[in-house]
């Protein structure tokens, strides 16, 4: 028999409550029902992302809470300063280029965080840049980028600061208002523990001024829209009912557990997989700066990075991610997001030891069993 385990960045394990939750029969959205239920989720939404503002919740993957963010703040020819140093960092780039959007590129090593103070002279150069970009996690490298000095920096603007916490949210701190943070984007399938299927968006008040002269082409992601549904606990379209439904159950999960117990079991479960790596003389993808969502692990010389992918998944049942672009072979990814504990750690490194064995590394077997499992006492 084979178990499988879900480890890879997102789509991430779902909680059994939420779905049994999910399992139950539909009901119907213009219904005070769902408004009672909706008006729930944003107030819960408002705890995940740290914020008073409102969090805009759509019908679609993350990429539409980002694509969201875009168009209703920017005008063709608009200027974006886009943080650059991973393939979330280049969807921002693909998402200015369908809408004219001019950029400013920040181009960054794979593996390594911004220097703020680049964003800082990027700004000084490009006064009359509207946005700067950046992700949380950059998941494709496990970077995590120092969005509280991003927000400081971008306050002293008239720029406003989004930033892509799709995998990040609920994983990694970030802290909305507090460290001045206009737009937030998440996603539902990481560490907010429902599948695939929903985008958010936090919006600020700076952010909401941007709004009214945006002239970017939208219909479905139009954010007035959407802020005026949202003030009567409704949405413009028909949500993914279902998927709320789930949402309201592991935001419930999240509170229960704080906010701030959340992020340090994140931290805590990083960090253990971070010292098993190590331990059986692997390197770390991003050692100086690393995510507490996903590790990236660099694959080791003479080892295929590909088939150890392949042989994880289809023999352990566990399926994690490679790399992407210039990381793919190089490097693979664990993660430790949302409905995760101190024992799926251990599983995902017993299981990265054993493939490695049989594909030939040589390591002292339990090394990194035996390290993480003290990192977690
Ligand atoms: C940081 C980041 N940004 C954007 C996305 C894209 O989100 P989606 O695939 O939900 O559209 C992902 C998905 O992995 C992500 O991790």
């Not at 385990?5 to 394990?13: D, F, K």
């Not at 539909?26 to 239920?37: A, W």
């Not at 413009?236 to 229960?256: C, K, Q, S, Y």
């Amino acid at each position: 028999m084979k178990k499988e385990y879900l480890m890879a960045p997102g789509p991430s394990p779902v909680p059994p409550a939420a779905l049994l939750d999910m399992a139950q029969p539909i009901f119907h959205h213009r219904t005070p029902r769902f408004k009672t239920l909706f008006g729930q989720v944003n107030e819960m939404l408002k705890v995940a992302f740290r914020t008073a503002n409102p969090v805009i919740t759509f019908t679609s993957s993350g990429t539409g809470a980002l694509e969201a963010s875009m168009v209703n703040t920017m005008s063709p020819g608009d200027k974006a300063i886009v943080i650059n140093g991973g393939k979330f960092g280049e969807r921002f780039l693909d998402i200015c280029n369908a809408y004219c959007i001019n950029v400013v590129e920040i181009p960054v090593e794979w593996g390594t965080a911004v220097d703020p103070a680049v964003v800082e002279a990027k700004l000084k150069e490009h006064p009359d840049a509207k946005v700067v970009c950046s992700t949380l996690c950059e998941t494709s490298t496990g970077v995590l980028t120092d969005i509280k000095a991003l927000g400081a920096i971008v306050a002293k603007t008239d720029a406003i600061l989004i930033c892509d916490a799709i995998s990040g949210l609920a994983a990694d701190d970030i802290r909305t208002d507090e460290w001045q943070v206009d737009m937030v984007a998440g996603g539902s399938q990481k560490a907010l523990m429902i599948p695939p299927g929903l985008g958010f968006l936090s919006v600020s008040e700076k952010a909401k001024k941007l709004i009214d002269n945006a002239k970017c082409q939208k219909f479905y992601f139009n954010l007035k829209k959407a802020l005026k549904s949202y003030a009567e606990s409704d949405t413009p379209w028909t949500p993914a009912l279902t998927l709320i439904v789930g949402l309201h159950r592991t935001l419930n999960m999240i509170i229960e557990e704080g906010m701030d117990n959340v992020i340090a079991r994140h931290a805590k479960l990083a960090n253990a997989t971070r010292t098993g790596i190590k331990a059986i003389g692997l390197d770390l993808y991003a050692p100086t700066c690393p995510s507490n969502a996903v590790t990236a692990v660099k694959v080791p010389e003479k080892i295929d990075g590909l088939a150890f992918v392949k042989k994880i998944r289809d023999e352990k049942g566990i399926t994690i991610a490679g790399g992407q672009s210039q990381a793919k072979g190089k490097i693979f990814r664990l993660a430790h997001m949302g409905y995760a504990v101190d024992y799926d750690v251990l599983t995902a490194l017993a299981a990265t030891e054993k493939v490695l064995y049989d594909l030939g590394f040589s390591f002292e077997i339990g090394e990194s069993v035996k390290a993480a499992q003290k990192a977690l006492l």
